[in-house]
């Protein structure tokens, strides 16, 4: 089993940038996609970006590609999302996630879960 832990989530205020880490344990971390979705109140969770267990390949949610950018480093075990020109409508709660298969990340169906960040974009 893999452990996710988020940090990072903050108040900010429009237009500014906010790094999210992800911090994995239990499974080798090597093996497995990671992934990072947001929930705002009142609304569906929803797909923010996925990387590859080899890092090689990202996909992103419509419209966050370009704004938002997801790495991740092997040797912290950590899975990063940089968000940049936040604006009020990205505020949500964070989470992070893995699957030892992409399209289930992809998808929303990925097998472990972290227990959220909250992100709050003020304008």
């Known amino acids: 089993q893999a452990q996710l832990v988020e940090s990072g989530g903050g108040l900010v205020q429009a237009g500014a940038s906010l790094r999210l880490s992800c911090a994995a344990s239990?499974?080798?971390?090597?093996?497995?996609?990671m992934g990072w979705f947001r929930q705002a109140p009142g609304k569906e969770r929803e797909f923010v970006a996925a990387?590859?267990?080899?890092?090689?390949?990202?996909t992103y949610g419509d419209s966050l590609k370009g704004r938002f950018t997801i790495s991740r480093d092997y040797a912290k075990n950590t899975v990063y999302l940089q968000m940049f020109s936040l604006k009020p409508e990205d505020t949500a709660v964070y989470y992070c996630?893995?699957?030892?298969?992409?399209?289930?990340?992809?998808?929303?169906?990925?097998?472990?879960w972290g227990q959220g960040t909250q992100v709050t974009v003020s304008s």
């Open positions: 996630a893995a699957d030892g298969i992409e399209s289930r990340v992809v998808r929303g169906r990925p097998t472990y």
């Open positions: 990387i590859s267990w080899s890092g090689t390949s990202t």
């Open positions: 239990g499974r080798p971390y090597d093996t497995y996609a």
